[in-house]
C-alpha cells in the first residue's frame, strides 16, 4: 500500500490501525507537501502491483496554505479553524491531483483505490449537484451561482423559497454552511461560521445569526469563495432529534450507514451531534423506505463510474416520505466502530479491491 496523505492526520493512523489488525503490512506514506516541494516523485515510490489510496490532505495547516497559493490565491497563514479561501484550495488541489495522476501514468503497473477526477468532482458540489441530477439521483433544487445575499433572496423568491440552505462550492465537513430562513417579519440563518472582523471561522457549536445587515455580512463575505445554494428540505425527527443518514458505499454496496441526531437543522456529528441507533431507524422506517435509502446512495456513486467508494449524505423527509441525497463526500469513509459483518469501513474497502484476500 502507498498512502499519499498528511502521515499523522487521525485517517493515516485509523488506515494503518485497519492494515495492522488484518496483518498487512503497513503502508508506505508520503505526504502531499512533499509531493508539491519535490521531495517526492510518486513514480519512484509505486512497486509493481502496489496499491495506491489518497486520503484527505485535511488536518495539516502548512499543507493546506501550500494548497492555496498552488490555486493562486494568497500566501495566508490560516489560524486553527480559520475558513480558508476554498476556491483557491480546489484549484490548487485540482492542480496537484492531475499532476499526480499524470505522474502515475509513468509509474509501474498498480491499483488505485480512487479516480482522482472523482476525488476533485466530489469537492466541487455545483459539478456533484449536476452529475446526480442528470443521472436522475433525487436531490434538491438548487440555485445557479449566486455572488450575494440579495442575489441568492432574489432569485429563491421567485421560485417561492424562503428556506434554502448555503453551502461553500468547495467546502467539507459542514465549513461554512448556514440554515437560512427569511419571511415578512425578518431573516434569522444557523450556522457553523464565526465572524471575527474580516475573518471566518469554523465552530464546534452553532451560531444563530438575525437581521439582515448580520446576515448579509455573513452570505457576503462566503459568497466570495463561492457558494452552493439548496431548497432546504425539512429532516425526519428520530429519537427526538432531526435526523439524517451517511451511507458509505462501498463496491457498490450501502451496507455501512450511521444515523446522523442533530440539535439544530446541520447535523454533522463534529457539531456536538451524536450518532443514532441504525437497526431501530431501519425498523421504524421499515423495510421499504431503507431500501429508498440504500438505492439513493448506490445510485449516487454510480454517477461516478468506476468509483470504488463514498460517502452519501441521504436526508428522510418527516413521515421518511421522500429520500434526497444532499452530497457525496471523497473521503467520507472515517467511520470508526461502523461495521457490517465485522468489518471496519477500511476493511470493507480493502477487500473489494481485485483479489485482495485471494
Known amino acids: ?40 516523485r510518486l513514480p519512484d515510490l509505486v512497486r509493481p502491483g502496489s496499491v495506491v489510496r489518497f486520503d484527505s490532505p485535511g488536518e495539516d495547516l502548512a499543507t493546506e496554505q501550500a494548497l492555496i497559493r498552488l490555486g493562486g490565491g494568497p500566501d495566508v497563514r490560516l489560524a486553527d479553524g480559520e475558513i480558508a479561501p476554498t476556491d483557491a484550495w480546489h484549484r490548487g488541489y485540482s492542480a496537484l491531483m492531475r499532476s499526480l495522476a499524470a505522474d502515475l501514468l509513468a509509474a509501474p503497473p498498480h491499483e488505485r ?32 451561482s449566486v455572488r450575494s445575499l440579495d442575489e441568492l433572496v432574489a432569485r429563491a423568491d421567485a421560485r417561492g423559497w424562503g428556506r434554502v440552505f448555503v453551502k461553500l462550492a468547495h467546502g467539507s465537513s459542514a465549513s461554512g454552511t448556514v440554515a437560512l430562513a427569511w ?19 469554523n465552530s464546534r457549536r452553532l451560531q444563530r445569526v438575525s437581521g439582515w445587515p448580520q446576515v448579509r455580512a455573513l452570505i457576503d463575505a462566503l459568497a466570495v469563495y463561492g457558494v452552493h445554494v439548496e431548497r432546504w428540505w425539512p429532516k425526519a425527527s428520530f429519537a427526538g432529534h432531526p435526523m439524517d443518514l451517511r451511507a458509505v458505499v462501498i463496491g457498490g454496496h450501502a451496507n455501512h450507514a450511521l444515523v446522523r441526531l442533530g440539535k439544530g437543522p446541520i447535523t454533522n456529528l463534529h457539531l456536538g451531534n451524536e450518532r443514532g441507533d441504525v ?7 421499515g423495510e421499504e423506505r431503507w431500501a429508498a435509502v440504500t ?16 460517502g452519501v449524505d441521504v436526508l428522510l423527509t418527516p413521515g421518511y416520505r421522500t429520500v434526497k441525497v444532499l452530497e457525496v463526500n471523497a473521503f467520507g469513509d472515517y467511520h470508526r466502530g461502523v461495521l457490517h459483518r465485522g468489518r471496519d469501513t477500511y476493511t470493507a474497502e480493502l477487500a473489494a479491491l481485485p483479489g485482495a484476500f485471494a
Open 295 to 310: 438505492d439513493a446512495a448506490t445510485s449516487a456513486l454510480r454517477a461516478f463510474p468506476g468509483a470504488l467508494y463514498g
Open 279 to 285: 437497526s431501530a431507524l431501519r425498523r421504524d422506517a
Open 183 to 201: 419571511s415578512a417579519r425578518g431573516v434569522q440563518a444557523h450556522t457553523t461560521v464565526r465572524q471575527e472582523g474580516a475573518h471566518l471561522y
Open 1 to 40: 500500500m502507498l498512502l499519499v496523505a498528511p502521515p499523522g492526520g487521525r485517517r493515516a493512523l485509523a488506515f494503518q490501525a485497519t492494515l495492522a489488525q488484518l496483518g498487512w503490512p503497513p503502508a508506505r506514506t508520503v505526504p502531499y507537501l512533499d509531493l508539491m516541494e519535490g521531495r517526492a
Open 113 to 144: 483505490m480512487q479516480d482522482p477526477e472523482h476525488v476533485l468532482r466530489m469537492f466541487d458540489k455545483p459539478a456533484t449537484h449536476a452529475a446526480l441530477s442528470a443521472a436522475g439521483v433525487p436531490v434538491p433544487d438548487a440555485l445557479p
